[in-house]
């Protein structure tokens, strides 16, 4: 259940927002003030959830408020962060008034054995920074400020604002860090599997046809799923396929059935038990109790 009717998102179509920088094209990563943003637009403006292609990290620094990121209401004060990555729907609160900085920056700005804590995995992250980690996050987003105006497109350019971004990526995976995940013998298998499913959701969802598009078994992926996410590829799967029609039932006026047959169900009926099964709720019923 939702925490509270004030943050809970009105139907409204999911707008797809892009990177672009208005200080150069080619910058890798941004960082902007919170309250900026939010005074830059009307307040019917943030009425509309966004399903972003890049990675958003929102960072408090003082006040406390909440972010709504995929059906959770975030709590923020002062040290917290969440994430927002590529695919998600997130959406800003304007009466949320904590103040904070904004770091945006492409998935390509990642190097693709240097991602932790920052993969897409299904997971809404919120991680609280103490002193020790705060304060060298600040100073590292300090510099990224201080260097973005500047930018030319330049690889020397380039390089310097990535190492800064590499840098908070260390500094949060500290944050994250809570144990040692056993090491698997590939470990980018998960995130082929994530990008994948992303990419086919609509058209396959069967674990036999994952594993044989990735080149292993069914029982090697399982032991990849499980040793990164703690649930098995269907698992994966229909978590994936249940958050896009909780998405789309809430934020769309379209009728059950026309949401299932987009997400690949034959059968309104199927869609339905589908629904109830991994919500708790039928569809109508879902969307009721979301809207209100």
Same mark, same amino acid.
């Given at each position: 259940m939702p925490k509270n009717d004030q943050n809970r998102p009105r139907p409204s179509p999911i707008r797809d927002v892009h990177y672009e920088s208005p200080l150069h094209a080619a910058l890798p990563v941004e +960082? &902007?003030?919170?309250?900026?943003l939010i005074d830059r637009f009307e307040p019917d403006f943030f009425r509309h959830p966004e399903r972003v292609d890049f990675h958003l990290l929102i960072l408090s620094l003082d006040g406390r408020g909440s972010h709504w990121v995929d059906f959770v209401d975030v709590d923020l004060g002062p040290g917290s962060m969440v994430h927002i990555y590529p695919g998600q729907v997130h959406r800003h609160d304007p009466t949320s008034r904590f103040a904070g900085l904004i770091i945006l920056f492409p998935d390509s700005s990642l190097e693709a054995k240097q991602r932790t804590p920052f993969e897409p995995d299904g997971r809404v992250h919120r991680w609280q &920074?103490?002193?020790?980690? &705060?304060?060298? +996050? %600040?100073r590292v987003v300090d510099e990224i400020r201080r260097?973005?105006? !500047? #930018?030319?497109? *330049?690889?020397a350019d380039r390089d310097l604002l990535l190492a800064y971004l590499n840098v908070l990526r260390l500094q949060v995976r500290r944050a994250a860090a809570t144990g040692t995940r056993p090491r698997v013998e590939d470990e980018a298998a998960p995130d082929r599997f994530r990008s994948l499913l992303e990419e086919q959701l609509l058209r396959h969802r069967s674990v036999q046809w994952f594993a044989r598009e990735l080149g292993c078994s069914v029982r090697t992926? *399982?032991? !990849?799923?499980?040793? %990164?996410?703690?649930r098995s590829p269907k698992r994966v799967i229909d978590d994936r396929l249940s958050l896009e029609a909780k998405r789309l039932l809430v934020n769309s006026t379209a009728s059950a059935e026309s949401i299932g047959r987009r &997400?690949? #169900? $034959?059968? $309104?009926? !199927? #869609?339905?038990?589908f629904v109830r099964r991994t919500t708790g709720d039928p569809p109508g019923r879902f969307r009721a109790r979301w809207q209100g």
């Open positions: +960082v &902007l003030d919170r309250t900026t &920074l103490g002193p020790e980690i &705060l304060d060298p +996050v %600040r260097e973005q105006p !500047h #930018f030319t497109g *330049s690889p992926l *399982s032991r !990849h799923c499980m040793d %990164r996410y703690g &997400l690949g #169900f $034959a059968e $309104a009926t !199927h #869609f339905t038990r």
